[in-house]
Every structure is written in C-alpha cells, then in structure tokens.
C-alpha cells in the first residue's frame, strides 16, 4: 500500500525557513517522480515543485531561488528547504506520487502538513 | 504562470449532466494534450480523475470525461450522484516545464 507521510510544518516568522519532510512507502521510489502542491486555507490547489526519480527538479516561479526539493533515495524520503518565507506561503503542502511514467499527474498523496507564516 | 479559468460553480440535480470547463492559453492547455482533472472532498487529499485530456485512470466511474478544443478542456459528470458534490480542479502541462491547475470549481448537487 502506498503512503506518504508529511512532516515539518508549524508557525515560523515571515522572513524564516522550515523544512518539510514526506516519508515514502510501498513503491519503488526511484522509479518515480515526486512533487509538492500546496493549499491556501479555503483557496485552489498550487503546484510548488517536482523532483524526477534521478533528482532533476523544477519550481513554479513564485518558490523559485526560495524553495528547493530534494530527495534521498536510500531513506525513500523527500525534503523541502523553503527559505526567505512570506504570508504568501500559508498553506497545507502536500506531497504526491507521480501516475505512470508523467510527472505533471499524481494518483498518491499524503495528508498535508500545515506551514504558517505569522508574526 | 496564470492560473487556469474555471467557474467558481457549478450545479446539477441528480441523475442530470453538467460539464466544468477549464480555460488556459496556447502555451499550456491549448499546446499540449497533458491536460488532468483532480476532484477534492472538503478535508480530504485531490483524487486523479482524467489525465491526458480524455483518459480515466482505473477505478474511475466512466461517469467522468474529458475532452478538450483549442484552449479550453473540459470535465462533464453524468448521471450525477450525491457523492460528486465536490471540488474539482483542472491541471495542464506549460511551455515552462512547469504545470498550472485552475482556480477550483464547487459542484453543487441539488
């Protein structure tokens, strides 16, 4: 059975950094790519960011120079610095597991974690 | 990287069809035939419901198609049932490589 499990969001000061965890399992994690995609409370889903199973990644232009994902393969975990962080990134972040061989489609994805960006 | 246009709402009695669309530009929805549909229960994590435009991924009810003309895509639900009251979001590959979902529409079954 496939899982993702989130980790790491909280309250942090507009101006700060977190990071954001998501534990994989019940797939073979190499052979897929792995996005973020967070929610505003009560607004439409956002694509952040994907990473390929060989670790190339690509950001939407609001993260981009501010956030970035990675992935270690041995833990089947993936990570999400996100630096200089702004009200603007209040949101639920999901992590999801790519569908078939695409990146841009998703049929897995976790709960959420909840970052806040508050002073 | 503009959001993709959806109406904010949409709503059907049940049994009834009603179509969602989704309006992009040449440099995503219009140019590529990688076009994806999520529905999402308050609450909950976004379901996949159509991807390459027109295709159902398993266990999705054929209740649910995709098609889509020039810029626009669109999702129609038949034979509406109770439990299809919910968001759905539309989604498409760009000339960025980077992907852009639609503003959400609430289906509302009466």
């Known amino acids: 059975e496939v899982q993702l499990l989130e980790a790491g969001g909280g309250l942090v000061h507009p101006g700060g950094s977190l990071r954001l965890s998501c534990a994989a399992s019940?797939?073979?994690?190499?052979?897929?790519?792995m996005s973020w995609v967070r929610q505003a409370p009560g607004k439409g889903l956002e694509w952040v960011s994907t990473i390929s199973g060989g670790g190339y990644t690509y950001y939407a232009d609001s993260v981009k120079g501010r956030f970035t994902f990675s992935r270690d393969n041995s833990k089947t975990t993936l990570y999400l610095q996100m630096d200089s962080l702004g009200a603007e990134d209040t949101a639920v972040y999901f992590c999801a597991k790519a569908f078939g061989n695409s990146y841009g489609y998703w049929d897995y994805w976790g709960l959420g974690t909840l970052v806040t960006v508050s002073s | 990287q503009s959001a993709l246009t959806q109406p904010a709402s949409v709503s059907g009695s049940p049994g009834q069809s009603i179509t969602i669309s989704c309006t992009g530009t040449?440099?995503?929805?219009?140019?590529?035939?990688?076009v994806s549909w999520y529905q999402q229960h308050p609450g909950k994590a976004p379901k996949l419901m159509i991807y390459?435009?027109?295709n159902r991924p398993s266990g999705v009810s054929n209740r649910f198609s995709g098609s889509k003309s020039g810029n626009t895509a669109s999702l129609t639900i038949s034979g509406l049932q109770a439990e299809d009251e919910a968001h759905y979001y539309c989604?498409?590959?760009?000339?960025?490589?980077?992907?852009?979902f639609g503003g959400g529409t609430k289906l509302t079954v009466l």
């Open positions: 390459d435009v027109s």
């Open positions: 989604n498409s590959y760009t000339t960025s490589t980077t992907w852009v």
């Open positions: 040449s440099s995503d929805v219009g140019g590529y035939n990688y």
């Open positions: 019940g797939f073979t994690f190499t052979s897929y790519g």
